[in-house]
């Protein structure tokens, strides 16, 4: 009686050579989306990050305006066109967007420009006004406030670099409600 050969074949070992290396593909795939989509969550996450921290700051140096009146408002808020994009300046500090980044510089003390948001591809201000008449300022753009008119607030507006070309970028904004009244104390 013949015993069964000990071993594999030729056949048997180039099979499973085969389906180890397709394998080994399909694990390398994996783990790179893996790797790619964990970089782009980060990334994400570190801008969610500095949108954050930026929108609370606004918001702290937009709280003296509640102690102001409508004419002491229109006299502590300033507008105006840079070469490269806007500066506005509050009582306390002024928030500069220039080329592709957003820095902050306190008025007080130290003067030491804050980087707050990089990798921008535009942003933009607006005042919020009343009846939905909301005035956007940009580069060229005067800074309009009628006199009898009330600031109900600001509106920032961030949009990523390459939004242009990326379908799925979005707008990313806040608005800053002062409620100013026209006149008078509130």
């Known amino acids: 009686m013949r015993r069964p050969p000990y071993g594999l074949t030729l056949i048997e070992l180039l099979v499973t050579l085969a389906v180890l290396a397709v394998l080994s593909v399909m694990s390398f795939r994996a783990l790179e989306s893996m790797v790619l989509s964990r970089d782009r969550l980060l990334g994400q996450a570190f801008l969610q990050r500095q949108l954050a921290m930026a929108f609370a700051q606004i918001e702290s140096d937009l709280r003296v305006f509640r102690s102001l009146d409508a004419a002491q408002a229109r006299q502590a808020l300033r507008f105006s066109a840079t070469a490269q994009g806007w500066l506005l300046v509050m009582p306390g500090a002024s928030w500069e967007f220039e080329a592709d980044r957003l820095v902050r510089r306190s008025l007080r003390g130290p003067t030491v420009p804050r980087l707050m948001i990089s990798g921008l591809g535009d942003a933009t201000v607006s005042l919020v006004l009343p009846a939905r008449q909301d005035q956007v300022l940009g580069a060229g753009t005067p800074w309009d406030w009628p006199e009898s008119t009330s600031l109900a607030g600001l509106k920032l507006s961030l949009f ?23 006149g008078g104390r509130r």
């Open 160 to 182: 990523p670099s390459g939004a242009a070309a990326d379908p799925t970028a979005q707008e990313v904004y806040r608005v800053f409600l002062l409620g100013l009244p026209a």
